[in-house]
């Protein structure tokens, strides 16, 4: 079988999930100006009717569908090779060029290329398997990928369980003096998603920071989307200039410097979402 490098650069998956990171970090630093370029990229390119669109629908309905059926994922794949076979090549290489050219020229200083994305293997295993069906590549790799791709297809959604990846130091005494101690010093009653949070900070901030940290980030950013749309549809003026000021303090918020003063801010941010939307969106 034919080995060859993976080009992260041509994949369609994986560029398209950097573009959106690079909007989602630029909407929570507030620099608004990166997000609508890059927004403005997405729009540009992987607009219906080019062929990134064609190949970006198709890589994604291989990499995000869940099913239970093994037949049925056969058929999928089958379904996804024809259509494959119909994208233009040479547009489709021309289109990832000069995509390529203006993320280079217009967000040089994103370290777009240099983002971890943690379903890498997967997102190679199905760009080169849909390269190499346009291209009728080597044939014992298509066997292999095919049978990758799937597993992938039947593959059972995981849901980490914090009880499980606790410390062996870190117990059931340690977390409820964590939860004593912010109750105490920040007077806060918590109800079970602050709890949670509490938990995860306990748990995994130490021995998974870079899953904390993606946490955090999801709350500061689902807060900011609350406050942004409570803002527009506010008609209380006295209220609406006090929405601003909020919404600059949660922008500002840390993700990565974690510490107790860190948490009891995110603590009143879920308050403050459940206080906009009436439940947790979170």
Same mark, same amino acid.
């Given at each position: 079988m034919t080995k060859k490098s993976h080009n992260k650069k041509r994949n369609v998956g994986i560029i398209y999930e950097q573009l959106l990171r690079v909007i989602s970090k630029s909407l929570?630093?507030?620099?608004e100006k990166t997000a609508r370029i890059a927004k403005k990229?997405? /729009?540009k390119y992987f607009k219906p009717g080019t062929e990134l669109y064609k190949e970006y629908r198709l890589f994604n309905a291989l990499v995000s569908t869940k099913i239970t059926d093994?037949?049925?994922?056969?058929?999928?794949?089958?379904?996804? /090779? $024809?259509g494959a076979r119909t994208h233009n090549v040479r547009k489709l290489e021309r289109e990832k060029s000069k995509l390529i050219k203006e993320i280079n020229y217009e967000l040089k200083n994103q370290n777009i290329y240099g983002q971890h994305i943690k379903e890498y293997r997967d997102f190679a295993t199905v760009q080169t398997l849909l390269n190499d069906w346009r291209q009728r590549g080597d044939f014992k790799r298509i066997v292999e990928y095919e049978s990758k791709v799937h597993d992938m297809l039947l593959r059972e959604d995981v849901h980490v369980n914090l009880e499980s990846e606790k410390d062996a130091e870190v117990d059931q005494l340690v977390l409820?003096?964590?939860?004593?101690?912010? $109750?105490?010093?920040?007077?806060?009653?918590? $109800?079970?998603?602050?709890?949670?949070?509490? /938990?995860?900070?306990?748990?995994?901030s130490k021995s998974n920071p870079e899953r904390f940290e993606t946490t955090l980030e999801s709350i500061k950013e689902k807060t900011i989307d609350s406050l942004t749309r409570f803002e527009a549809l506010c008609e209380n003026e006295y209220v609406k200039n006090k929405i601003s000021p909020v919404l600059d303090e949660? /922008?500002?918020?840390?993700t990565s410097n974690i510490n107790d003063e860190t948490i009891s801010k995110f603590l009143t941010v879920y308050q403050l979402q459940k206080e906009l939307t009436g439940d947790y969106d979170g």
């Amino acid at each position: 079988m034919t080995k060859k490098s993976h080009n992260k650069k041509r994949n369609v998956g994986i560029i398209y999930e950097q573009l959106l990171r690079v909007i989602s970090k630029s909407l929570v630093e507030a620099d608004e100006k990166t997000a609508r370029i890059a927004k403005k990229i997405i /729009k540009k390119y992987f607009k219906p009717g080019t062929e990134l669109y064609k190949e970006y629908r198709l890589f994604n309905a291989l990499v995000s569908t869940k099913i239970t059926d093994g037949s049925l994922a056969t058929k999928i794949i089958a379904e996804a /090779k $024809n259509g494959a076979r119909t994208h233009n090549v040479r547009k489709l290489e021309r289109e990832k060029s000069k995509l390529i050219k203006e993320i280079n020229y217009e967000l040089k200083n994103q370290n777009i290329y240099g983002q971890h994305i943690k379903e890498y293997r997967d997102f190679a295993t199905v760009q080169t398997l849909l390269n190499d069906w346009r291209q009728r590549g080597d044939f014992k790799r298509i066997v292999e990928y095919e049978s990758k791709v799937h597993d992938m297809l039947l593959r059972e959604d995981v849901h980490v369980n914090l009880e499980s990846e606790k410390d062996a130091e870190v117990d059931q005494l340690v977390l409820k003096i964590m939860t004593e101690k912010f $109750n105490k010093k920040y007077g806060l009653t918590f $109800n079970e998603q602050q709890q949670s949070l509490i /938990k995860e900070y306990v748990f995994s901030s130490k021995s998974n920071p870079e899953r904390f940290e993606t946490t955090l980030e999801s709350i500061k950013e689902k807060t900011i989307d609350s406050l942004t749309r409570f803002e527009a549809l506010c008609e209380n003026e006295y209220v609406k200039n006090k929405i601003s000021p909020v919404l600059d303090e949660v /922008k500002s918020l840390s993700t990565s410097n974690i510490n107790d003063e860190t948490i009891s801010k995110f603590l009143t941010v879920y308050q403050l979402q459940k206080e906009l939307t009436g439940d947790y969106d979170g």
